[in-house]
């Protein structure tokens, strides 16, 4: 078994984190990975308070164990904020955006825990002056909206600064040899969205799982496209998604893309409305190049911690 100081403030028995992503989880996943032993979160950046209140009774009436939910501060209204904090849900999981330290204070007077993903030192820094209780560092190899730097960059230089504030590692991480290397770069646990996209639970479709199967290296690209299409203004960021017709036409052409708006908007509603993945976001990371199978998210968690505890046996091994 593999206990880390972040297992101990959440509660719970592997340190294995379902990331928040929106449109990837449900309650139904978000559950299985909390009740063996990880940490399941719902992103709700998006919900309304109904919706949030409604699908956290959803996960309670699915498991006892802790969970989380999730919001991306630069997208989200205070009273979504707020539902969370009445729900009283375990954990807060914050992503980049406006100042976190209110919401951290009110989360912290609950007696809830919070987490914030950061992706630069000066994010890092903004976390651990707020007084997150676990600071997430996403490196830009990850699926959604991420950073600059890769993640093997990052993650010393925040493990150096954060002294006894936990730090997960987060971005293409899906395999127990991943965990150990977090664990012997000195992160706490790991932070996985798509290796979790690509289980029996996730609510995604079948197209874009099979999608994230035939990945192979090179097969996603970071653009700027998908929050032009959507009309969102995450401060510049880039998302990270497979490669498809979508991205072939605009990635790397954002400008042109910005210019066509209006047609390129009506183009993906129609995608979206045919279903075509084709032509759709299918935000996901570097990691989906070194998956191989749908597996139900508890096997996941499972067959990760066992790899991991083998790796680091099979490391500490080489000690003479
Ligand atoms: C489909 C998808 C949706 C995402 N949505 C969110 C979100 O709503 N909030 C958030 O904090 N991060 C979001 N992320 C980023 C994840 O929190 C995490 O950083 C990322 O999944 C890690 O990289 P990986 O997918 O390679 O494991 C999303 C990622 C994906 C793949």
Do not use: Y
């Amino acid at each position: 078994m593999i206990h880390t100081k972040a297992c101990e403030i959440f509660g719970i028995m592997h340190p294995v984190v379902l990331a928040g992503m929106g449109g990837g989880a449900n309650p139904a996943l978000v559950a299985a990975v909390s009740e063996v032993g990880g940490l399941g979160i719902l992103a709700c950046t998006w919900a309304t308070p109904d919706d949030i209140r409604a699908q956290v009774a959803d996960i309670r009436a699915r498991t006892s164990r802790p969970f989380g939910v999730n919001f991306v501060l630069d997208q989200v209204a205070p009273e979504k904020l707020d539902a969370a904090i009445e729900e009283r849900v375990p954990v807060i999981s914050l992503f980049r955006g406006t100042d976190p330290t209110d919401i951290v204070a009110r989360a912290r007077a609950a007696g809830l825990v919070t987490t914030l993903q950061v992706t630069t030192m000066d994010e890092a820094r903004t976390a651990l002056a707020a007084g997150v209780d676990v600071v997430i560092v996403q490196g830009r190899e990850g699926g959604g909206h991420m950073g600059p730097h890769p993640l093997w960059t990052l993650l010393p230089q925040v493990v150096a600064i954060a002294g006894a504030t936990p730090v997960l590692a987060s971005g293409a991480l899906v395999s127990g040899r991943d965990l150990a290397a977090a664990l012997a770069m000195g992160a706490s646990g790991v932070h996985m969205g798509t290796r979790f996209l690509a289980s029996v639970e996730a609510p995604i479709s079948d197209q874009f799982k099979a999608a994230i199967l035939a990945a192979r290296d090179g097969d996603t690209v970071a653009s700027k496209m998908w929050d032009l299409l959507w009309g969102q203004e995450w401060s510049g960021m880039m998302a990270r998604a497979l490669r498809n017709d979508l991205t072939l036409r605009w990635a790397g052409r954002e400008g042109e893309l910005a210019a066509s708006l209006g047609p390129a908007r009506a183009e993906f509603a129609a995608a979206k409305a045919a279903g075509d993945h084709s032509r759709l976001n299918m935000l996901a990371g570097e990691g989906s190049a070194r998956i191989d199978s749908i597996l139900p998210a508890a096997e996941i968690v499972r067959s990760v911690v066992a790899e991991a505890e083998a790796a680091l046996r099979e490391a500490a091994a080489l000690i003479r």
